[in-house]
């Protein structure tokens, strides 16, 4: 009896060239699984399907995950204003794992021996998806060609000609992962550090022009309307920002980091609805939540991205982490109105009930209520005591800041 097999599909070439060799070269028994997480249409779900069955697989399965993505990932990136590196909205790259977790179950359900998927040896997608495999699905063996057999690309695009199956798999100058919470593009100008992306690069060219306003309203720290229309479901807000922030551009930079590897990694990307929501989840904050609530947040949401990408969300301490950011969130409830113009996008102002600026105690620049003008001399008197005593103690330094002032 043949072995089963599950490969995770995505379409591409090292897929497309994994469930066709391990058909015809190994006599697995194959079945294909797109584990959506929202990147793809209807239309590629549809193609999918039909390539799967042309390349010899006996049985292919989408995989809709979007909503856990959302559920387990996405809110809590909101909540932490994660950007790694200050720059990257860990994009595709936290998809992975629930791709990942996502064919563990279903191997798991249909009694796979094997799981595969079309990883390198270069990248990080293979710790994610190994990793997960290995805590989920214990026992079930994982094979992945393209890294262990030292596949170039020509080499798969003509095993698959010779074998009936002459799709365009023509090698591009980029490669793109499209996902809910954005698309990274690799390849091309961004092989080379002096140089960026041109605008024929990005999968959404800029149409939109002059100024558009956009609203946005957060309930406890999640996505709840978009120009006043209600969504319950997160996933559809998600993709109504997209729809209206990708035509100016907005989202698109250059993040260079540390892979989990070890080498420095760079990737370009376009994220319209994930820097649209985080921005403005931040503005809304700066208003809603104490300086230490900020301060502290923004330490675990570091520690929090930093695990994500690098394959350990299931680290019980995530669990912990998410409690503490989820908690956070409890006044961060109201509207932030934003400008859109091109590559450009400028909050405004809020509208929240739970606003600290807005204060009995006096306006910032203004005017003092809840102190007199001797409480404030005494404050800064005060203040400034630890001061006093370090340069009464050491004159020769304040001498020398006097000189350079």
Same mark, same amino acid.
């Given at each position: 009896?043949?072995?089963?097999?599950?490969?995770?599909?995505?379409?591409?070439?090292?897929?497309?060239?994994?469930?066709?060799? =391990?058909?015809?070269? &190994?006599?697995?028994?194959?079945?294909?699984?797109?584990?959506?997480?929202?990147?793809?249409?209807? @239309?590629?779900?549809?193609?999918?399907?039909? *390539?799967?069955?042309?390349?010899?697989?006996?049985?292919?399965?989408?995989?809709?995950?979007?909503?856990?993505?959302?559920?387990?990932?996405?809110?809590? /990136?909101?909540?932490?204003?994660?950007?790694?590196?200050?720059?990257?909205?860990?994009?595709?790259?936290?998809?992975?794992?629930?791709?990942?977790?996502?064919?563990?179950?279903?191997?798991?359900?249909?009694?796979?021996?094997?799981?595969?998927?079309?990883?390198?040896?270069?990248?990080?997608?293979?710790?994610?998806? %190994?990793?997960?495999?290995?805590?989920?699905?214990?026992?079930?063996?994982?094979?992945?060609?393209?890294?262990?057999?030292?596949?170039?690309?020509?080499?798969?695009?003509?095993?698959?000609?010779?074998?009936?199956?002459?799709?365009?798999?023509?090698?591009?100058?980029?490669?793109?992962?499209?996902?809910?919470?954005?698309?990274?593009?690799? $390849?091309?100008?961004? =092989?080379?550090?002096?140089?960026?992306?041109?605008?024929?690069?990005?999968?959404? @060219?800029?149409?939109?022009? $002059?100024? @558009?306003?956009?609203?946005?309203?957060?309930?406890?720290?999640?996505?709840?309307?978009?120009?006043?229309?209600?969504?319950?479901?997160?996933?559809?807000?998600?993709?109504?920002?997209?729809?209206?922030?990708? !035509?100016?551009?907005?989202?698109? %930079? /250059?993040?260079?980091?540390?892979?989990?590897?070890?080498? *420095?990694?760079?990737?370009?990307?376009?994220?319209?609805?994930? /820097?649209?929501?985080?921005?403005?989840? &931040?503005?809304?904050?700066?208003?809603?939540?104490?300086? #230490?609530?900020?301060? #502290? &947040?923004?330490?675990?949401?570091? #520690?929090?991205?930093?695990?994500?990408?690098?394959?350990?969300?299931?680290?019980?301490? /995530?669990?912990?982490?998410?409690?503490?950011?989820?908690?956070?969130?409890?006044?961060?409830?109201?509207?932030?109105?934003?400008?859109?113009?091109?590559?450009?996008?400028?909050?405004?102002?809020?509208?929240?009930?739970?606003?600290?600026?807005?204060?009995?105690?006096?306006?910032? $620049?203004?005017?003092?209520?809840?102190?007199?003008?001797?409480?404030?001399?005494?404050?800064? &008197?005060?203040?400034?005591?630890?001061?006093?005593?370090?340069?009464?103690?050491? !004159?020769?330094?304040?001498?020398?800041?006097?000189?350079?002032?």
């Amino acid at each position: 009896m043949a072995k089963k097999v599950v490969v995770a599909f995505s379409g591409g070439l090292d897929t497309s060239f994994t469930v066709m060799y =391990l058909t015809r070269e &190994k006599g697995y028994e194959v079945y294909a699984a797109c584990a959506d997480t929202g990147g793809f249409s209807e @239309q590629q779900l549809k193609e999918n399907a039909e *390539k799967a069955k042309a390349l010899g697989a006996k049985d292919y399965v989408t995989l809709s995950v979007a909503r856990e993505y959302y559920d387990k990932s996405i809110r809590y /990136m909101v909540y932490g204003n994660v950007l790694r590196g200050g720059t990257y909205p860990i994009s595709v790259s936290s998809e992975r794992i629930f791709q990942a977790m996502a064919i563990a179950r279903y191997a798991k359900e249909i009694g796979a021996d094997a799981i595969a998927h079309g990883s390198t040896g270069a990248g990080n997608d293979q710790v994610r998806f %190994d990793m997960t495999f290995l805590v989920l699905a214990p026992g079930i063996e994982i094979i992945t060609l393209t890294r262990d057999m030292g596949l170039t690309r020509q080499f798969e695009v003509d095993y698959l000609n010779k074998n009936g199956y002459s799709a365009d798999f023509t090698k591009l100058k980029y490669s793109y992962n499209v996902g809910l919470w954005g698309t990274s593009i690799c $390849g091309g100008e961004i =092989l080379d550090s002096s140089k960026g992306l041109p605008e024929s690069a990005y999968l959404k @060219q800029v149409t939109a022009c $002059g100024e @558009q306003e956009l609203r946005l309203g957060f309930e406890k720290g999640e996505i709840a309307s978009v120009n006043g229309k209600v969504f319950e479901d997160k996933v559809a807000a998600i993709q109504a920002v997209e729809e209206i922030a990708a !035509p100016f551009g907005i989202g698109r %930079d /250059m993040h260079v980091g540390d892979t989990i590897i070890g080498i *420095k990694g760079r990737v370009g990307f376009e994220a319209a609805a994930a /820097m649209t929501i985080i921005g403005a989840h &931040k503005f809304l904050e700066k208003f809603t939540l104490s300086k #230490w609530q900020q301060y #502290w &947040k923004d330490q675990i949401a570091n #520690w929090y991205g930093m695990f994500l990408h690098e394959s350990q969300y299931m680290e019980p301490v /995530m669990r912990d982490m998410e409690a503490m950011l989820q908690e956070s969130q409890r006044n961060v409830t109201g509207t932030v109105i934003l400008k859109l113009r091109p590559y450009c996008v400028e909050n405004v102002g809020v509208e929240t009930p739970d606003d600290l600026v807005h204060t009995k105690l006096g306006e910032y $620049g203004e005017t003092q209520k809840g102190w007199t003008s001797d409480d404030a001399k005494g404050f800064i &008197k005060v203040s400034s005591t630890p001061l006093r005593i370090y340069y009464s103690a050491h !004159p020769d330094e304040g001498a020398e800041i006097e000189k350079s002032l």
